[in-house]
């Protein structure tokens, strides 16, 4: 059982930073590829960012790519997104999620086997 709090959400005007975390319970933290997903009110889960258990290779939407940069801290037990010149179209809960599985597909949200309950980011125009 794998539990995941993000923290680190808010209200930030366009062009802003912001800086998630995603904190892990349990001694298997650092064998899970993790991913960041985000949804907008009335809009589809999306895939944001992915990263794999060793923290070697990282995917991005295309949407965030040269603007988000997703990391992680094994000893630590805990994912981070950091969020730069962020956009009013960057609003929208986001959510963190491990894959204790094979670590294929991870721009997939049914790859992932538990979820965080998300923290709200608000971009102002």
């Known amino acids: 059982q794998v539990q995941l709090v993000e923290s680190g959400g808010g209200l930030v005007q366009a062009g802003g930073s912001l800086r998630l975390s995603c904190a892990a319970s349990?001694?298997?933290?650092?064998?899970?590829?993790m991913g960041w997903f985000r949804q907008a009110p009335g809009k589809e889960r999306e895939f944001v960012a992915a990263?794999?258990?060793?923290?070697?290779?990282?995917f991005y939407a295309d949407s965030v790519k040269g603007r988000f940069t997703i990391s992680r801290d094994n000893a630590k037990n805990t994912l981070y997104l950091q969020m730069n010149s962020l956009k009013p179209e960057d609003t929208a809960v986001y959510s963190c999620?491990?894959?204790?599985?094979?670590?294929?597909?991870?721009?997939?949200?049914?790859?992932?086997?538990?979820w965080g309950q998300g923290t709200q980011v608000t971009v102002s125009s």
């Open positions: 349990g001694r298997t933290f650092s064998r899970h590829n």
């Open positions: 990263i794999n258990w060793i923290g070697g290779s990282t």
């Open positions: 999620a491990a894959d204790v599985g094979s670590g294929y597909k991870l721009r997939d949200a049914t790859t992932y086997d538990y």
